[in-house]
């Protein structure tokens, strides 16, 4: 992930250790009673990466938690994003005087079942999708960048988009993606400036689809 985002933005992955550490009263007070032992993991590691992440930046350690909608809650200052996905974990954190944004998603590398790929893929994206190189799942790729689009937009905006609400194009040589968001959102969209494309980094490799995207302060 760290290729991904840029040098104003910290980036913390998970280490063996980190699925076992501490969470914060704050944090506990988020996971479910009921939460089975995958999900504490997973809500740890990423809990310890945002520190992580935080410290590199020079911040306290502070709580993240969780709002109703399960968003992550960063310190005032702060945003940042977090991601999990089967033995991979990791957290970004920038402050907001230098990103307006941040998102990024782990998914694993394997073909999309055609059920999800129809909800996920408009018929333009499938048009483009087939003219790539073969060897990458590429619908998993766009997944994920749209994931992250939304991990980007959804705490600057607060309101929801759909997978088809963004049309994303991907650069396989550049490992660049563009996501352009539907305007009927950007225009219904509750403030100032509201992004009209969201632009990231992808890379395949470990046999983990990665994304990220930062949003520039307008
Ligand atoms: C929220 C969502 C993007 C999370 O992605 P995921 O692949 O399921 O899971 P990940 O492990 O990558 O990310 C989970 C983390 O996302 C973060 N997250 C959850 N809701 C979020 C939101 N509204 N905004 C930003 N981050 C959010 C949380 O930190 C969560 O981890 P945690 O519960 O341990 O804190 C996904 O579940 C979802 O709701 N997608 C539908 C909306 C969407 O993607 N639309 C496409 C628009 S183009």
Redesign the pocket.
């Known amino acids: 992930m760290r290729d991904l985002l840029p040098p104003e933005v910290a980036v913390a992955v998970a280490g063996p250790h980190d699925w076992n550490g501490q969470l914060l009263a704050a944090e506990l007070a988020c996971l479910s009673e009921r939460a089975v032992e995958s999900r504490r993991r997973?809500?740890t590691a990423?809990r310890v990466c945002a520190r992580r992440a935080m410290a590199t930046l020079g911040l306290p350690p502070a709580p993240v938690p969780?709002a109703d909608?399960?968003?992550?809650v960063w310190p005032a200052g702060v945003v940042g994003?977090?991601?999990?996905?089967r033995g991979y974990c990791a957290a970004a954190a920038a402050r907001s005087t230098a990103v307006r944004s941040v998102?990024m998603?782990?998914?694993q590398h394997r073909p999309l079942n055609p059920g999800v790929r129809r909800m996920i893929c408009l018929p333009e994206e499938e048009e483009r999708l087939a003219a790539l190189p073969a060897g990458i799942s590429w619908a998993a790729v766009l997944f994920s960048a749209?994931?992250t689009?939304?991990?980007v937009?959804?705490?600057v905006v607060g309101t929801?988009?759909?997978?088809a609400?963004?049309l994303v194009a991907l650069d396989p040589d550049a490992g660049t993606f563009t996501?352009r968001i539907a305007p009927a959102r950007v225009d219904a969209a509750p403030v100032d400036a509201p992004p009209r494309t969201v632009s990231g980094r992808f890379v395949v490799a470990d046999g983990l689809v990665r994304t990220a995207a930062v949003l520039p302060q307008p």
């Open positions: 997973d809500f990423g969780s909608d399960r968003a992550p994003t977090i991601t999990h996905t998102g998603d782990a998914e749209k994931e689009v939304y991990k937009w959804h705490p929801w988009l759909d997978f609400d963004a996501a």
